[in-house]
């Protein structure tokens, strides 16, 4: 019978391959982000439950030690650069980009405005939402997963910031209650928007150009870990424009040498 289908139906056989390869690959672009909405989920349950009887020592450790590893892969992902001229120079010109626009000072004002808005006119549950949700979101360990994910397929950024929610949403969610939990629909949310977006983006890219682009955006995870460390804080976020710069030298490249020949 299933032969028949495949001699009888060749085309809608075809389209409905297609379209369960569009769906195995969303599945795929999300894994991530779905892990980390999962791990808030569990991390907060965890901490309404139980978390009065953990120590802050103990997950001020755990997070001490989460940072050596995502310092370990930013590193990793890094060294897999072909062009440190022009990673050198793309971290060089995204970063006064980045200062220019002050993007981690409008994150930061745009988390107070929204805190000020509704942390302090709602009861537990709204701040415990709003303030776990900017922590969450507002950051460049949250924007570079998500790219990662969608331009990459590669997880690594956030099944770490997976790990890490979940532990700092088990000491959020016992001082702060259930609004936690809740801003797991954020996350998803709003790295899910920015992982599918990279997706259809990536069809443009060859793969040049998303190994520079991975390799940039290691060297900053690794810059993320570090400020986990608290040994001299690094404004990762002002450094999030060099992750395009490769893209926009070989666009450039090719326009160059089409208008030659």
Not at 66 to 84: C, R, Y
Not at 114 to 125: C, F, P, S
Not at 219 to 236: C, D, P, Q, S, T
Request: some cysteine; proline content about 2%; aromatic content about 10%.
């Amino acid at each position: 019978m299933e032969n028949n289908f495949k001699e009888e139906f060749p085309e809608e056989r075809r389209i409905y391959i297609e379209v369960l390869e569009e769906m195995t690959e969303g599945e795929s672009t999300l894994l991530g982000t779905i892990a980390n909405a999962l791990a808030i989920v569990v991390g907060s349950a965890v901490g309404l439950f139980f978390g009065r009887h953990i120590s802050d020592r103990y997950i001020d450790t755990i997070v001490k030690a989460l940072a050596l590893a995502i310092i370990a892969l930013g590193i990793s992902d890094g060294l897999q650069t072909k062009a440190v001229l022009l990673l050198i120079v793309s971290l060089a010109v995204g970063s006064m980009t980045g200062e220019l626009i002050d993007i981690e000072g409008n994150l930061e004002r745009l988390g107070k405005w929204v805190e000020k808005k509704l942390g302090g006119k709602e009861g537990g549950i709204a701040k415990g939402f709003v303030t776990a949700s900017l922590l969450f979101c507002v950051g460049a360990m949250a924007i570079m997963g998500a790219l990662e994910g969608g331009l990459m397929g590669d997880h690594k950024t956030l099944f770490a910031k997976s790990i890490l929610d979940g532990i700092i949403s088990v000491a959020f969610a016992s001082k702060m209650g259930a609004g936690v939990l809740f801003s797991a629909i954020a996350v998803f949310l709003y790295q899910g928007f920015i992982a599918l977006t990279a997706s259809y983006v990536k069809v443009l890219l060859i793969p040049e150009v998303v190994r520079e682009m991975a390799a940039i955006g290691g060297l900053l995870v690794a810059g993320i870990g570090f400020n986990m460390l608290e040994i001299k804080r690094i404004k990762v976020g002002n450094m999030l424009p060099a992750i395009f710069i490769p893209c926009i030298y070989y666009f450039g490249k090719l326009l160059y040498f089409q208008w030659i020949h």
